[in-house]
């Protein structure tokens, strides 16, 4: 018993000395004895320091560089060198990008086509899952099968007559021309449905016992237990049509139809560097502010695409 | 009776994605076909001109020199945004903190509008009060000309869509190295595998499959580029940027009326791309198979 408690004390005299170990939860290349040695400890905190360093300058540094760049006079900006710290910060170029883009418009624009889009394409693909998943109609695996097919078809390639349908349709700056080739999404009723698999088959068939319809299995039993894939899919949905560029660019053509991407770029040539930035950053903002909230979901989501197919 | 009931309903709630499929995902595959025979402007009803779209493409001064830069932007983004995000997946793997910070400040330029990274490096490599000029300077080393010089202007293209996309392919290696079973490393460290032999026999055959799938993804996805040399030089200078995309936007909507060219041209693109695709397919089989 003494012996015990001498060497208990002798060893927690010893981790004083000690530095606390780095905690490893999860084993990797590097063992957690590796990593715990003395030179392991050096050169981990090393390797911390520089990869910190490295992702701050190559990924936050060109954003502080932008929102400071909309905070400085035009003469401050062609200083050389540049000021690292904006001497007299103004919003006046954030005022004038509001103006000359008129960026109250594009981004209502923006979020209208965003949740419309949003709703077109929720109510489309869920049936479709919902439908494909539980309803399961002959032909099923046939229709799946071609709509992801889709996806082996590149974007660019198909673009063009994609263009022409559109046109022929008489959908060009029409908003359903944005909302209907975006509902046709292969990827998404894959994910929905393999989510709608994994719901058991009992609660389904408990709810048409009660006489419930297949409508009304969908609402009150099958959607709020998917609340997690709708989440992912409605957040790639939204966020996907708001960076958008190259359909806005050919068929919202009308300067008070156009979104914000689109808008920008028509613009951006004839306009004071501070002021660009001022509109980058107001239009970088919103999809900044969904991944601060939604990181989660948009990893998961992104994780899930990975092993598509 | 019950059952073409059950199926009656099931198509009804169908029938919404079968439109929309089919009028904006089937119909345009066979028209692209279709179109790439043809001549129309969109108003008049289209003639049909046999072969003339190819020959048209094909005869184009910028049609070689489209297709050199496609590849060679293609070979030069994979050299930086395939190694590159694997390294990074790699190192972020084995730290032990600020994982969250991290992997948020990877992944930020991806959720930011391209248009805003494209113009936002626009500034940057401007030869003069540019940052990429300034921080060269710095280092007392002469500017360079970047998006304004055909020797470097492909480059700096390439360096904007890596910054802009490397996040993605980051995070699912990330997620692919969180699946190795710790077991497998313990056993190599057991059998006297130092690091670097860890790497090579435990890390890269288990994130095998991912790595392949990525490879083509990647290809398929980058010889598509069309936002960069649209908005950062129009094709230039001396058709050193142009790319296939690009070519075929300009057949489309510069050249006047030339969407049967376009298609033709997207018929090409689409044939290289398909063997990839393919490619991919199996892959993704494969690993459903090693999953399963």
Sequence with gaps: MISVGARATERRARERRRPRPIEVRFRTIVSPHQLNSRWGRRIYWAVLLTVLTLSTLAFVFPLYWMVTGAMKSGEELALMPPTLVPRAPTLDAFAEAWELFDIGLLLRNTAFYALGGWLVTMAVDVSAAYALSKLRPALGNVVLGAMLATLMVPPMVVLIPLYVTVSDLGLLNDPWGLWLPAAANGFNIFLLKRFFDSIPKELVEAALIDGAGPLRVLWSVILPVSRPILGVVSIFTIVTSFKDFVWPLLVMTDSDRMTISVGLSQTAGAVPQNTIMAGLVIAGIPTVVVFFFFQRHIMAGLTAGSIKG | ?292
């Excluded at chain 2, 001064?61 to 990074?88: M, S």
């Excluded at chain 2, 000309?145 to 480059?155: F, G, K, M, P, Y």
Aim: proline share 5%.
């Design chain 2, 1 to 292: 009776m019950r059952v073409l009931k059950r199926n009656l309903t099931a198509y009804g709630f169908l029938c919404a994605a079968l439109a929309c499929f089919a009028v904006f995902a089937w119909y345009p595959m066979v028209r692209e076909f279709v179109l790439s025979f043809q001549r129309t402007n969109l108003v008049d009803p289209p003639a049909w001109v046999g072969l003339d779209n190819f020959a048209a493409v094909v005869r184009d001064p910028a049609f070689g020199t489209a297709w050199l830069n496609t590849v060679a932007f293609t070979v030069l983004a994979l050299v930086c945004g395939y190694a590159v995000p694997f390294v990074t997946a790699l190192v972020l793997n084995e730290l032990r903190h600020a994982r969250g910070y991290l992997r948020f400040v990877v992944y930020l330029p991806v959720m930011l509008p391209p248009i805003v990274a494209v113009l936002l490096f626009r500034w940057f490599f401007d030869p003069g009060p540019g940052l990429f000029n300034q921080i060269l300077g710095l280092f007392h080393l002469p500017g360079l000309a970047w998006l304004d010089s055909s020797s470097t202007a492909l480059v700096s293209l390439v360096i904007v869509s890596t910054w802009m996309n490397m996040g993605s392919a980051t995070l699912i290696y990330l997620a692919a190295l969180q699946n190795i079973p710790p077991e497998l490393y313990e056993a190599a460290e057991l059998d006297g595998a130092g690091i670097l032999a860890r790497i090579r026999h435990v890390t890269i055959p288990q994130t095998r499959l991912i790595l392949m799938l990525m490879l083509m993804l990647q290809i398929v996805a980058t010889m598509q580029v069309f936002i960069e040399p649209y908005m950062l030089t129009g094709g230039g200078p001396e058709n050193a940027t142009v790319t296939v995309a690009y070519l075929m936007y300009q057949f489309a909507f510069t050249y006047g009326d030339g969407y049967g060219q376009a298609g033709a041209l997207g018929m090409m693109l689409m044939l290289v791309l398909l063997v990839f695709a393919a490619f991919q397919l199996r892959l993704t089989r494969d690993e459903r198979e090693v999953t399963a």
